[in-house]
C-alpha cells in the first residue's frame, strides 16, 4: 500500500507539471509584485485546484458516475481558453504603472518596487489571490477524470486509504505549483526588467498553448 501512495503522490507532482499548468502560473506571475507573491499565487492556484479535483473525484466515485471521455475533452477546451485568455490580457494589459507624487514630482513606475531615499517602496500588482484561486479552479476541472482513473490503486472500499491517496496527490499537485511559481520569480529577478523582459515571450507562449490545447481538443 505504500507503493500505492508514493505512486499518487508521484502522479501528483507530474500532473502539477503540466504544460499548461505552469504557463498559467507563470502568466499570472507577470504582474509583478516579488518573491511573497509569486509563490502566494501558486499556492492558492495549487490550493484551489487540488479542491476542485479531490471533491470531483472523491463525489462522482461515491456516486459511481462515470465522466465520458468527451466531457473531459470539453473541460479541456474551457482550460485552453483560459490560458488563451490569461495570454492575451498579459500582452494587452499595461500593469505596475502607478501614479505618485515624492518631493513635489508626481510620476509612475513600470516597475513593481523601487526605492526612494533609501526607502523601498513595492508597488501592488493588479491580481490578486482570488482570480489566481479561480484559475486554478477551472483548470481543476478537466483533471476529475484523471483522478478518477488513478482511485481504484487505493481501493474504492478502503476510505482512510483513499482519502489518503488524494490527500498525497494534492500535496504532489502544491508543491509541484510552488516550484513553478519559485522558478518563474528567479526568472522575473534575472531579467532586466519584468515587464518589458519576461512579459510578452510568457504571453505569447500562454496564447500559443491556449489556442493549441483549444484545437486538439474540439
Known amino acids: 500500500m505504500l507503493s500505492s501512495l508514493l505512486s499518487?503522490?508521484?502522479?501528483?507532482?507530474?500532473?502539477?507539471?503540466?504544460?499548461?499548468?505552469?504557463?498559467?502560473?507563470?502568466?499570472?506571475?507577470a504582474a509583478g509584485g516579488g518573491m511573497r507573491r509569486a509563490l502566494g499565487v501558486s499556492v492558492r492556484f495549487g490550493v484551489a485546484h487540488t479542491a476542485v479535483l479531490a471533491a470531483g473525484a472523491v463525489l462522482l466515485g461515491a456516486a459511481g458516475v462515470v465522466i465520458p471521455a468527451r466531457w473531459e475533452s470539453a473541460l479541456e477546451v474551457v482550460g485552453g481558453v483560459s490560458l488563451l485568455a490569461l495570454g492575451c490580457w498579459t500582452l494587452l494589459s499595461r500593469r505596475g504603472?502607478?501614479?505618485?507624487?515624492?518631493?513635489?514630482?508626481?510620476?509612475?513606475?513600470?516597475?513593481?518596487?523601487?526605492?526612494?531615499?533609501?526607502?523601498?517602496?513595492?508597488?501592488?500588482?493588479?491580481?490578486g489571490g482570488g482570480f489566481a484561486a479561480l484559475m486554478g479552479a477551472v483548470f481543476g476541472l478537466s483533471g476529475v477524470r484523471g483522478l478518477l482513473m488513478l482511485m481504484p490503486l487505493m481501493g474504492r472500499e478502503r476510505?482512510?486509504?483513499?482519502?489518503?491517496?488524494?490527500?498525497?496527490?494534492?500535496?504532489?499537485?502544491v508543491l509541484s505549483m510552488l516550484a513553478v511559481g519559485w522558478f518563474a520569480q528567479r526568472a522575473a529577478e534575472a531579467a532586466v526588467r519584468?515587464?518589458?523582459?519576461?512579459?510578452?515571450?510568457?504571453?505569447?507562449?500562454?496564447?500559443?498553448?491556449?489556442?493549441?490545447?483549444v484545437v486538439s481538443h474540439v
Open 159 to 173: 476510505a482512510v486509504m483513499l482519502s489518503a491517496g488524494v490527500a498525497l496527490f494534492g500535496l504532489g499537485v
Open 194 to 213: 519584468w515587464e518589458q523582459g519576461l512579459r510578452v515571450p510568457v504571453g505569447v507562449a500562454s496564447v500559443l498553448c491556449g489556442a493549441w490545447w
Open 8 to 29: 499518487m503522490f508521484s502522479q501528483g507532482l507530474l500532473h502539477g507539471l503540466g504544460p499548461d499548468h505552469c504557463l498559467a502560473i507563470g502568466t499570472l506571475a
Open 97 to 127: 504603472a502607478v501614479p505618485h507624487a515624492h518631493g513635489g514630482v508626481v510620476h509612475a513606475h513600470a516597475g513593481v518596487a523601487h526605492s526612494h531615499e533609501g526607502v523601498e517602496v513595492e508597488v501592488a500588482p493588479p491580481t
